[in-house]
């Protein structure tokens, strides 16, 4: 196994679980439950990865999903929308920032 995995083998397949079981509690939950979820994966794997990152993509994780978006039964759609679209712009301007492109994201 190599040195250079940032997931361990048993938090990978938890991680893979969670996701398969996610997809298929989909067929009978609320369609608006399915962004929760997705946040939800996100989170455990940025749990999983927070101390094994370099200093900057710790700095990034630290602050990102933090605090997570409210539900959508809690926010209303236009603001969990509002929500999941600034996460976007944010993991955009972090790939951006290192990828050395330096482009901009609106």
Same mark, same amino acid.
């Not at 990152?53 to 630290?62: D, T």
């Not at 978006?69 to 972090?94: T, V, W």
């Given at each position: ?5 940032? #997931? ?30 997705? #946040?939800?994966?996100?989170?455990? #794997? ?48 972090? #790939? ?11």
């Amino acid at each position: 196994m190599s040195s250079n995995m940032v #997931l361990t083998e048993s938090e990978a397949i938890e991680l893979l679980a969670f996701l398969i079981t996610a997809a298929r509690t989909q067929i009978d939950e609320p369609p608006d439950y399915a962004p929760m979820r997705m #946040l939800t994966a996100a989170g455990r #794997l940025r749990e999983f990865i927070l101390d094994r990152v370099s200093p900057e993509g710790h700095q990034f994780l630290k602050e990102f999903l933090n605090p997570a978006p409210k539900s959508f039964r809690q926010a209303g759609l236009e603001q969990y929308s509002a929500s999941l679209d600034e996460l976007c712009r944010k993991i955009a301007r972090h #790939l951006i920032g290192r990828s050395g492109f330096g482009g901009k994201v609106v």
